[in-house]
């Protein structure tokens, strides 16, 4: 299986090579889970921050799914999952351009999915927790070199929120991703599913 590496905010980029896929194959699958962001508090908030957040996380999820749907809806057939986050059903601090996008991604979801639901393709938004990835690391590190709080004592009150008191596994959020795609998920679409250990119920 051949790989693509493309920026996801470049929307004709992404048209491109969308368009060529499509043209040898139906897309059965999509999962956007492109993401990031850097921490600040709001008033720190650069306009390029902002931006590049919402290009990223929202514009990055439009841009890739934009092209697949006429595709899928006319195969009757299609599992569209946006990579979203806890911070798209809640707030945290110092990630407002991040909580913004995510909950824009929600949304996004929702919408999509009550307008594919007659078509076979359904549309579901997964929500992780906060996860043991480079993203986390880079957030504690950042919001450290910010606030002049040490790493242990945020990574503490990051997994404070989860009621199982530990980060999530990236492969716990796979599993989620997979089973969308598996046969008996076809009345799944709409959804926001938190992979968040409590959290977020």
């Not at 009757?76 to 059903?89: F, H, W």
């Amino acid at each position: 299986m051949a790989t693509v590496v493309l920026d996801v905010t470049d929307a004709p980029g992404v048209g491109r090579v969308f368009a060529e896929i499509i043209r040898t194959r139906t897309p059965a699958i999509l999962v956007n889970n492109a993401g990031g962001t850097a921490s600040a508090p709001f008033t720190r908030t650069t306009p390029a921050l902002w931006h590049d957040t919402i290009d990223l996380n929202l514009n990055g999820t439009f841009n890739c799914t934009l092209p697949v749907v006429p595709a899928m809806t006319e195969a009757g057939y299609g599992r569209i999952i946006n990579i979203a986050s806890t911070a798209g059903l809640t707030p945290y601090r110092y990630i407002s351009a991040y909580c913004a996008a995510k909950h824009a991604v929600i949304g996004l979801t929702r919408s999509l999915a009550l307008e594919l639901a007659p078509t076979g393709v359904t549309v579901n938004a997964v929500c992780p927790g906060f996860t043991d990835t480079d993203l986390v690391r880079n957030s504690l590190r950042d919001i450290s070199a910010k606030t002049g709080s040490s790493e242990e004592d945020l990574l503490a009150q990051y997994v404070a929120h989860n009621p199982q008191r530990r980060l999530i596994e990236p492969e716990e959020v796979a599993a989620t991703v997979a089973w969308l795609c598996l046969p008996g998920s076809q009345s799944i679409t709409g959804q926001s599913i938190a992979v968040a250990g409590g959290e977020v119920m």
